[in-house]
């Protein structure tokens, strides 16, 4: 097969949970201009309306539904929805996150309403859009973890700024999602789901000039990632071109960690 077809998502449906993110408009933005139908989901029904009508403004074939995936009701509606309006799903890319404790010091209640939407409900829609991909005979799961789930935070990235301790749950999480990963490749192998991780750095978020200062220093490429740097990773995952990748975590970090 030609690389250009390989690559290609043309018929292919994909879904974006989180998808008007920071990291959720490039993945949204990658697969689509790859050819994929997209469909970006999250909590905030006008909020995605609005980032899927702007993509479409653009020529890309973005849609939005709502969904809170720390709801098993409101992941079931998503997934009837899915195929009302879609008729399948071939491509899930896990990559909404909450992020409600604050510190290390934050209240552990914080720390449960993390687990309750990114462990339990995160596993929660991973099982059932599994399920829809494996009804349509196959297709790609891709989880975005974070470079902090593999390795404790550098306290000294936040010298000199207001930016206190990063969260705990945060490392948690992913750390687990990377090897939920491994787990899942495995599992759903035989219904011919390919499971993959990508594991980022920082996306460039106007953070504070003493943040970027402290980070940048040590990342060879001398800058943080920006919403272009996902696109090529998420588009080979998702695609034929990366039909024997599986299991895989993919650390995305400009060299950070070499
Ligand atoms: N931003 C970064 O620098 C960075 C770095 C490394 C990894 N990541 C990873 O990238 C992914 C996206 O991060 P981001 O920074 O773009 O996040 P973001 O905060 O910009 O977007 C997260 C999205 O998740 C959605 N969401 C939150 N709770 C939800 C729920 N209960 N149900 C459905 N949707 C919900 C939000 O509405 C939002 O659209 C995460 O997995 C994160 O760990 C981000």
Do not use: W
């Amino acid at each position: 097969m030609h690389i250009n077809d390989l690559l290609s998502l043309k018929g292919k449906v994909c879904l974006v949970s989180g998808g008007a993110g920071l990291y959720g408009k490039g993945i949204t933005e990658g697969l689509a201009e790859a050819g994929g139908t997209v469909i970006i989901a999250s909590r905030n029904g006008v909020n995605i309306e609005e980032t899927a009508g702007t993509f479409r403004q653009n020529g890309l074939d973005v849609h939005a539904l709502q969904v809170d995936q720390s709801d098993h009701s409101s992941v079931i509606v998503l997934k009837n929805s899915i195929m009302e309006k879609f008729g399948k799903l071939d491509v899930f890319v896990n990559n909404a996150v909450a992020r409600p404790m604050k510190g290390y010091n934050d209240d552990l209640g914080n720390f449960d309403v993390s687990m309750k939407i990114n462990a339990t409900g995160m596993m929660d829609i991973l099982r059932e859009m599994a399920d829809l991909i494996a009804a349509g005979g196959g297709g790609s799961v891709i989880n975005i973890a974070s470079m902090m789930g593999m390795f404790g935070p550098d306290i000294s990235n936040y010298e000199g700024t207001d930016m206190g301790t990063p969260p705990p749950d945060y490392f948690f999480h992913n750390a687990g999602l990377i090897n939920l990963t491994r787990y899942l490749a495995r599992v759903l192998a035989c219904k011919n789901i390919r499971v993959n991780c990508v594991s980022p750095g920082g996306l460039f978020n106007y953070q504070p000039e003493r943040f970027l200062e402290n980070y940048c220093k040590k990342v060879p490429l001398k800058r943080m990632a920006n919403r272009d740097d996902i696109k090529g990773v998420i588009v080979l995952l998702a695609s034929e071109a990366g039909a024997y990748i599986n299991g895989e975590n993919i650390l995305m970090d400009g060299g950070m960690h070499a």
